[in-house]
């Protein structure tokens, strides 16, 4: 049993650290079977802090210590005191040299945090507070030393060793070992520490900044993915040269370093000149990667080279302001992408994220404001809501001031507090103050959580040519914050008028003119906008590009959405409004079939669909994006209290008969869309797979054996992971035997590699039908599942447990049973991952009483164990609601 909760700790109580830590040396004795690890340390204590005789307080844990030596003199053991989390020296001088000399067993590290093996080789990964795994050390952000590293380890089974900075010093020692020293003249916390040795091939190519400055450029796979690394280097020189031409951002070091990893927690770490990454954003080749996997990899390695200044070089002064550095450089990267493919369907892709998980995230026991009161575990804290939530308050800034004043806040930011340690109020004030601009009341999406809603009314009066709109804006309770101030909103919007024409909006009082696409500050809880002079009744496009992270609630028929769907100057609005339109007939048909009624789309709705299927003026990724239906954790959103069965039932029906209505259509879009030539990664190529893959899934949705036979054919011809992938989910949608077949081809031409491997996992996983869990149970016995392996556990598990609502949600509760026992099986050997599969429980009241008590009853067996800070702090939340 549990014998104490972890410690809650709160934003208010920060205090700043009694000591600095000026100069970092460490030197790492890499072994077998430990590694012994002496930091030299140049200590002083904080002036800004009133405390002159305060201890030293140094973090540490699963450390074995050796030796405490102050100013050259080796302490005795009665003169400090050690616990399971702490090293205390009383008595110290105002000035010193600490020496620490400890031992750690990095073989035995499967939390994946601190120094570990992956694959034979070592690596770090110390974000947030992995450090104190290391050595003992003041492991918080705020305390920036300049870092001095050595690496010792075997010349033959690590030849390559790598810290942060530049490298200074190499040699061979007598002993059949070899050292490298690297230094890096930034002064960074110890978050950003990185270390990395093994056997490993090195990918190199350069960059000339803007300056004239050359810049060597390394990426470090294992030998056997040597020839995976074109594409991520090309993303490292695009990235590089998009922040010097956007923020006027040049890389500072002589080299910079990526290192693809298989297993690592995270997507990817931003180490000073060293990034460790996930395999899975670095590696890619045509036959073993899709066009997703390839935008993604470009993607995060535009997001952690971005660290170097949002985050590295302007860092967060505590853990609460995490998203001062992941929400700005999330936003950065989103901008990016944005201008590497198409804007639009960037937009799409990045708002459907949003709202089905950081609405979800809002609207349950964990939500949190995008700058967090208060934590338990700050691991937990690594979430939609701090990265994805805090791109759009970015955004807001951006659309608030205009791009050029965003960038005149940018720069002040880096002048003010280059090499500082500071927060969220930082940021703010520099973007206000560059442009002379109020922003008090707009600090409140830092500090109150909830998705705000915005209310529209209009009247229209056909005599005067006056159109208003009455707007009101009001947010939800959220645990600790029942009743919330107003929000500074900027609701872009334009008005359609019956041609299909943007209108121009003239507020009353306003001279001659008027923009036809206009930003509106909502400010207070109800306020009123009248315009004049318009020709007729307009259609309001409310909250053009989505900017601002609301939900919008308008009075919208069906006809008024086709009219928007077809004629909205916004591509995103035209987008939403199909969303809106489709998510209007899936909820009367969920409606349906809890009332058994029969099903049937209307004529209209069809008829929308198979207008954007046939129009060829639409690029075909942002036809793809329109014509997928929403998905069931959209829906699920929509309803008090969610019926995953009746849900699943009427998308599907919904699917197949869009499939049949509309077969021919289909066709030809899956015969009119193949690529020409081998396989190119550009957005209209990956555009034109999109496509016909989405047109393939629907054909394979018919109940003839017709789609089967051509996804069938595709699976087998396919000359790229991307048309490999489309159709082996497509044959996963039926029951036909090519799917058993293609399943047991495509793990025997894969099984050696290991990240196309989690996709034919991640396939079975997320099969919505009744034989799947005994199907996950069997693959969790397969010789290729590994729990130690985070990539693998979120195909297989994670793939079940949230991308497959009616397993999970199996209403005789087998599907919470599995959950909860892989759940107490990961904590013991990875806490961060199994916190992240444990949120599947936080909004169990969502459900009905019979699935309630059975999520409540895994809920409390998994706190009757002794669990892990990063699990308990979600189980407690999730049962107090």
Request: with cysteine.
């Given at each position: 049993m549990?014998?104490?909760?972890?410690r809650t700790?709160y934003?208010?109580?920060y205090q700043?650290?009694d000591f600095?830590?000026?100069?970092t040396?460490?030197?790492?004795e890499?072994?077998?079977?430990?590694?012994?690890?002496?930091a030299?340390?140049?200590?002083?204590?904080n002036?800004?802090t009133?405390?002159a005789?305060a201890p030293?307080?140094?973090d540490?844990?699963?450390?074995e210590?050796?030796?405490?030596?102050?100013?050259g003199?080796?302490?005795?053991?009665?003169?400090?005191?050690?616990?399971?989390n702490?090293?205390?020296?009383?008595g110290v001088p105002?000035?010193f040299e600490?020496?620490?000399?400890?031992?750690i067993?990095p073989?035995?590290?499967t939390?994946?945090e601190?120094?570990?093996?992956?694959?034979g080789?070592?690596?770090?990964?110390?974000?947030?507070?992995?450090?104190?795994?290391?050595?003992?050390y003041?492991d918080r952000?705020d305390v920036?030393?300049?870092?001095?590293?050595?690496?010792?380890?075997?010349?033959t089974?690590y030849p390559?060793?790598?810290s942060n900075?530049n490298?200074?010093?190499?040699?061979?020692?007598?002993?059949?070992?070899?050292?490298?020293?690297?230094?890096?003249?930034f002064?960074?916390?110890?978050y950003l520490f990185?270390l990395?040795a093994g056997?490993?091939?090195c990918?190199?190519?350069?960059?000339i900044?803007?300056s004239?400055?050359?810049?060597?450029?390394?990426?470090y796979?294992e030998a056997?993915?040597?020839d995976k690394?074109?594409?991520a280097?090309e993303?490292?020189?695009?990235a590089m040269?998009w922040?010097?031409?956007?923020f006027?951002?040049e890389?500072?070091?002589d080299?910079?370093?990526i290192v693809?990893?298989d297993?690592f927690?995270?997507?990817?770490?931003?180490n000073?000149?060293l990034?460790?990454f996930?395999?899975?954003?670095?590696?890619?080749r045509?036959?073993?990667a899709t066009?997703d996997?390839?935008e993604?990899i470009e993607?995060?390695?535009?997001?952690?080279?971005?660290?170097?200044?949002t985050?590295?070089?302007?860092t967060?002064?505590?853990?609460?302001?995490?998203?001062l550095?992941?929400g700005?450089t999330?936003?950065r990267?989103?901008?990016f992408?944005?201008e590497?493919?198409s804007?639009?369907v960037?937009?799409?892709?990045?708002?459907r994220?949003?709202?089905?998980?950081q609405f979800?995230e809002d609207?349950?026991?964990m939500?949190?404001?995008?700058?967090?009161?208060?934590y338990m575990e700050i691991?937990?804290?690594?979430t939609?809501t701090?990265y994805e939530?805090g791109?759009?308050?970015?955004?807001?800034y951006?659309?608030?001031?205009?791009?050029?004043?965003?960038r005149?806040?940018?720069?002040?930011?880096?002048e003010?507090h280059d090499?500082?340690?500071v927060?969220?109020?930082?940021f703010?004030?520099?973007?206000a103050d560059?442009?002379?601009a109020?922003?008090e009341?707009?600090r409140r999406w830092?500090?109150?959580?909830?998705?705000?809603?915005v209310?529209v009314?209009d009247?229209?009066?056909?005599?005067?040519g006056?159109y208003?709109?009455r707007?009101?804006?009001s947010?939800?309770p959220t645990?600790?914050?029942?009743e919330?101030?107003?929000f500074?909103?900027?609701l872009?919007m334009?008005l359609?008028g019956?041609?299909?024409?943007?209108?121009?909006m003239?507020l009353?009082?306003?001279?001659?003119g008027g923009a036809?696409?206009?930003?509106?500050?909502?400010?207070?809880p109800?306020?009123?906008?009248?315009?004049?002079?318009?020709?007729?009744?307009p259609?309001?496009?409310l909250?053009r590009?989505?900017s601002?992270?609301?939900?919008?609630?308008?009075?919208?028929t069906p006809?008024?959405l086709a009219?928007l769907?077809?004629?909205d100057?916004?591509?995103?609005?035209r987008?939403?409004?199909?969303?809106?339109?489709?998510?209007?007939?899936?909820?009367?048909?969920v409606?349906d079939v809890?009332a058994?009624?029969e099903?049937a789309l209307?004529?209209g709705?069809?008829?929308?669909?198979?207008?954007v299927?046939?129009d060829?003026r639409?690029?075909?990724?942002?036809r793809?994006?329109?014509?997928v239906?929403p998905?069931e954790a959209?829906?699920?959103?929509q309803?008090?209290?969610v019926?995953?069965?009746?849900?699943h039932?009427a998308?599907e029906?919904?699917r197949r008969?869009?499939?049949t209505e509309?077969?021919?259509?289909?066709?030809a879009?899956?015969?009119?869309h193949?690529p020409e030539?081998g396989?190119?990664y550009?957005?209209e190529?990956a555009?034109?797979?999109?496509?016909?893959?989405?047109?393939?899934?629907y054909?394979?949705?018919?109940?003839?054996p017709?789609g089967?036979?051509?996804?069938?054919?595709q699976f087998?011809e396919?000359?790229n992971?991307?048309?490999?992938?489309?159709?082996l989910?497509?044959?996963m949608l039926t029951?036909?035997?090519a799917?058993?077949l293609a399943?047991?081809a495509?793990y025997?031409?894969?099984?050696d590699?290991?990240?196309?491997?989690?996709k034919?996992?991640?396939?079975?996983a997320?099969?919505?039908?009744p034989d799947?869990?005994a199907e996950?149970?069997?693959l969790?016995?397969h010789p290729a599942?590994?729990?130690?392996?985070?990539n693998r556990?979120y195909a297989l598990l994670?793939?079940f447990m949230?991308?497959?609502?009616?397993?999970?949600?199996?209403?005789d509760?087998?599907?919470y049973?599995f959950?909860?026992?892989?759940?107490?099986?990961l904590?013991?050997?990875?806490?961060q991952v199994a916190a992240?599969l444990v949120k599947?429980?936080s909004?169990?009241?969502?459900?009905?009483t019979?699935?309630?008590?059975?999520?409540?009853?895994?809920l409390?067996?998994l706190?009757?164990h002794d669990?892990?800070?990063?699990?308990?702090?979600?189980?407690?939340k999730?049962?107090?609601?």
């Open positions: 549990k014998e104490a909760s972890p700790i934003l208010k109580d700043p650290s600095l830590i000026e100069r040396e460490l030197r790492f890499l072994g077998e079977e430990s590694t012994r690890v002496t030299r340390l140049q200590l002083r204590r002036p800004a009133a405390s005789d030293l307080v140094l540490g844990e699963d450390l210590l050796h030796a405490v030596r102050i100013d003199r080796e302490m005795q053991a009665q003169e400090w005191l050690q616990d399971a702490s090293l205390t020296l009383a105002d000035a600490l020496e620490i000399d400890n031992r067993k073989q035995e590290n939390r994946l601190g120094l570990y093996k992956s694959s080789n070592f690596c770090t990964q110390c974000e947030a507070e992995g450090f104190r795994r290391i050595t003992y003041l952000p920036l030393s300049v870092f001095t590293t050595t690496v010792v380890a075997d010349a089974e390559v060793l790598l900075g490298p200074v010093d190499t040699g061979r020692l007598d002993d059949g070992r070899h050292y490298a020293t690297w230094h890096d003249p002064p960074k916390p110890s990185a990395v056997r490993l091939a990918h190199s190519d350069r960059f900044t803007a004239g400055r050359e810049v060597e450029l390394r990426i796979v056997h993915n040597a690394c074109a594409h280097m993303s490292v020189k695009k040269r922040d010097e031409t956007r006027g951002l890389y500072d070091l080299i910079y370093m693809a990893v297993d927690n995270m997507g990817a770490m931003e000073k000149g990034n460790v996930n395999s899975q954003y670095v590696l890619a045509p036959d073993t066009d996997n390839y993604h993607g995060v390695i535009a997001h952690e080279y971005f660290h170097n200044w985050g590295n070089r302007v967060c002064r505590d853990w609460f302001q995490l998203s550095k992941e700005l999330v936003f990267d989103q901008s992408t944005a590497m493919t804007g639009t960037k937009r799409i892709a990045d708002v994220r949003l709202r089905t998980h979800a609207a349950s026991p939500a949190h404001p995008v700058r967090p009161p208060s691991n937990n804290f690594y939609v701090v939530k791109a759009e308050v970015v955004r807001m951006e659309t608030l001031l205009g791009r050029d004043g965003f005149r806040g940018m720069d002040l930011y880096f003010r090499g500082q340690a927060t969220t109020d930082d703010l004030a520099a973007m560059a442009n002379g109020d922003l009341q707009f830092y500090d109150q959580a909830g998705t705000p809603v209310t009314e009247t229209w009066e056909p005599e005067s006056r208003t709109l707007l009101s804006q947010c939800p645990p600790g914050q029942p919330k101030l107003p500074l909103i900027p872009r334009g359609v019956p041609d299909g024409v943007d209108l121009p003239r009353e009082g306003e001279g001659d036809t696409d206009r930003v509106f500050r909502l400010t207070e109800e306020q009123t906008l009248c315009f004049t002079g318009l020709p007729a009744r259609v309001p496009s909250n590009g989505f601002a992270p609301v939900r919008v609630t308008f009075d919208y006809t008024l009219f769907a077809a004629h100057g916004d591509p995103f609005n987008w939403d409004a199909g969303e809106r339109l489709a998510l209007t007939v899936l909820l009367d048909l409606e809890r058994g009624r099903l209307p004529a709705f069809v008829e929308a669909f198979a207008a299927l046939s060829t639409l690029e075909p990724n942002l793809a994006d329109m014509l239906l998905g959209w829906l699920a959103e309803f008090e209290t019926d995953p069965d009746a849900i039932a998308r029906y919904a008969a869009l499939a509309l077969e021919a259509q289909w066709l879009a899956y015969h009119g193949t030539g396989y190119r550009t957005p190529e555009g034109r797979r999109a496509l016909r893959n989405l047109a393939l899934s054909l394979a949705a018919l109940d003839s017709a089967a036979r051509l996804a069938e054919t087998r396919a000359d992971m991307t048309d490999t992938m489309g159709a989910g497509a044959l029951d036909d035997p799917r058993g399943l047991a495509f025997e031409r894969w099984q590699d290991s990240l196309v491997l989690n034919w996992f991640g396939l079975q997320v099969r919505q039908h799947t869990l996950v149970e069997r969790l016995a599942f590994s729990l130690g392996n985070p556990v994670g793939g949230m991308g497959n609502p009616t397993g999970f949600h199996a209403a509760g087998s599907g049973r959950a909860a026992d892989q759940v107490l099986a904590d013991a050997r990875n806490p992240r599947v429980f909004r169990w009241r969502r459900f009905d019979e699935r309630q008590a059975l999520m409540r009853t895994e409390e067996r706190k009757g669990l892990s800070p990063d699990v308990y702090e979600i189980v407690s999730s049962l107090e609601g």
